[in-house]
C-alpha cells in the first residue's frame, strides 16, 4: 500500500488536502471520486515546503472527541424520539455553544435540506472518522438510523472515557515531574551559585559528586535556554517519531525488543475489534469495515496492514485467515475471530475480543500508573537530596583543608 496526498475539489467548490492510503494511483482517484469529490494533484514521497504553503491553515477546525460523543448522543436522543434528522439539526445548531459547531451544523442542514445524505453531508464537513459516516451510510439504508447513531455514540463516549481515564491518571506523575525540573533548575541557578565563592581555587580536590554538581550548575546558567530548547526538540521528535514511514519499518524488523510495544498493539487490537464490532453490528460488510477501521487507526503500520488484510479478503481469503497472513493482530484474538466466522456472529466476537484486550489494557495501563506516582516522588527526592549532597560534601571537604 502507498500513502497518496491528494489535492481535492469538493462539491461546493472548495480546495482540500486528503490522504489516501491506495495500492495504486488509479485506485486512490477512484476512492475519492467515489466520495463525492474531484482529485486534482496526487503525490507520494516527503511533502514539500511548498506544498506545505499551500495548505489551508485550520485553527480548531475539528470536534474534540468529548464534543463528537455528546453531539452523536444528541442527535441520537432526537431521532430514535420521532423527530426528523433536519430538524434535529436545526434544534443542536441553535443549542450549539462554539461557532465552528454551529458552521458545521449549518452546512449539514443546508446539504442535507438540498437532498444530500446524512452520510455524505457529514463526511463533507470532515468533523468525524470515516466509520462514523459509514455506519450511518449503512443505517439509512436499513431504515436504523436512531439505533446507529446510539450504538457509535456510545462507542465514541467509551473512547473519550478511556483517553480521560488515561489522561487523569497522568497528570499528578507529570506535576510532579515538571516540579522536579523546575527544583532542579532553581537549586542549580540560585542555590548553588551562592556557594560557588566558597570552593574557589579549590574545585580539583573537591569530592566527585560536588564536582558535578558545580559543573551542571555552570551548564545550566550558560546554556539553560538550549538545554531547553533541545529537550523540547526531543519532546516533540518522539512525538512525530510513530508518524514516520522509517519508524513504522523500524516497528516492523523490531517490534518485540522496543519496551511497551505489546502493551500499545494488545491496545490497538482492542481498538480494531470495538471499531470492527460497532461497523459490522450496524451492516457494513467487512470489506467496506476494514478501510474505514484504518483511518481510525493511530498506527501507520497497523493502518497498512489492515488495508492488506482488505485486498486478501478481497481475493478470496477469509477474514480470520487475512488476519492472520499479516500477522499484526495477537494468534489468540484472530483465533477468536475465526470462531466467530464459522459461527455467523462475527460482530458479536469482535465486541467479545474488544471487552477482553480492552480490560487487559486498562488494569496493565493502572498497574503502570500506580507505580509511576511513587517513582516521580522518589526520583524528585533523589535529586534534590543529591544536590544538597554535593554542596554540603564541598562544605565539609573545605573544612578538611583548612583543618
Known amino acids: 500500500m502507498t500513502t497518496y496526498r491528494c489535492q481535492i475539489v469538493t462539491s461546493d467548490g472548495r480546495r482540500d ?24 494533484d496526487i503525490r507520494t514521497g516527503a511533502v514539500t515546503l511548498a506544498e506545505r504553503l499551500r495548505q489551508p491553515v485550520r485553527f480548531g477546525s475539528g470536534l474534540g472527541v468529548g464534543e463528537q460523543a455528546l453531539l452523536l ?55 468525524f472518522p470515516a466509520y462514523v459516516t459509514g455506519i450511518i451510510h449503512a443505517a439509512e ?3 436504523q438510523l436512531g439505533e446507529a447513531l446510539t450504538s457509535v455514540a456510545q462507542r465514541i463516549t467509551a473512547a473519550s472515557a478511556t483517553r480521560r481515564q488515561l489522561i487523569t491518571a497522568l497528570t499528578y506523575p507529570a506535576a510532579v515531574l515538571a516540579a522536579t525540573l523546575v527544583a532542579l533548575i532553581l537549586v542549580l541557578t540560585i542555590v548553588v551559585p551562592q556557594f560557588e565563592p566558597v570552593f574557589a581555587g579549590q574545585e580539583a580536590r573537591l569530592p566527585a559528586l560536588t564536582q558535578a554538581v558545580l559543573r551542571l550548575s555552570y ?37 518485540t525488543r522496543i519496551p511497551g510495544m505489546a502493551l500499545r498493539n494488545q491496545y490497538l487490537a482492542a ?44 481475493s478470496g481469503l477469509s477474514f480470520s485467515r487475512a488476519l492472520a497472513r499479516e500477522e499484526f493482530v495477537p494468534l489468540a484474538v484472530v483465533r477468536l475471530l475465526e470462531v466467530g466466522e464459522r459461527t455467523g456472529k462475527l460482530a458479536e466476537t469482535c465486541q467479545r475480543a474488544n ?44 573544612g578538611d583543608f583548612a583543618g
Request: no cysteine; proline share 4%.
Open 141 to 143: 439504508r436499513t431504515g
Open 219 to 255: 551548564l545550566t546558567q550558560n546554556y539553560g535556554v538550549l538545554l531547553l530548547a533541545a529537550m523540547a526538540a526531543l519532546i516533540l521528535l518522539l512525538w512525530r517519531l510513530p508518524r514516520s514511514p522509517r519508524f513504522a519499518a523500524l516497528v516492523e524488523r523490531h517490534g
Open 271 to 314: 481498538q480494531l475489534t470495538g471499531l470492527l464490532a460497532t461497523l459490522l453490528d450496524n451492516g457494513v460488510p467487512v470489506v467496506k469495515a476494514l478501510p474505514m477501521t484504518a483511518t481510525a487507526m493511530d498506527s501507520m503500520l497497523w493502518r497498512r496492514h489492515i488495508l492488506a488484510a482488505e485486498s486478501h479478503v478481497r
Open 73 to 127: 448522543t444528541q442527535l441520537a436522543t432526537l431521532v430514535r424520539s420521532g423527530l426528523p434528522v433536519d430538524r434535529s439539526l436545526d434544534l443542536l445548531r441553535e443549542q450549539a455553544a462554539r461557532a465552528r459547531q454551529r458552521d458545521a451544523l449549518s452546512q449539514i442542514l443546508g446539504q442535507l435540506r438540498s437532498g444530500v445524505s446524512l452520510a455524505k453531508a457529514l463526511e463533507s464537513q470532515q468533523i
Open 17 to 40: 488536502w486528503r490522504t489516501v492510503d491506495a495500492p495504486t494511483e488509479q485506485t486512490a482517484s477512484a476512492r475519492l471520486l467515489a466520495d463525492g469529490v474531484t482529485p486534482v
Open 355 to 398: 471487552e477482553i484486550l480492552a480490560d487487559t489494557v486498562k488494569n496493565r495501563i493502572e498497574r503502570i500508573v500506580s507505580l509511576a506516582n511513587p517513582v516521580a516522588i522518589i526520583t524528585l527526592g533523589g535529586i534534590v537530596a543529591l544536590l544538597v549532597a554535593g554542596v554540603m560534601l564541598g562544605i565539609f571537604a573545605i
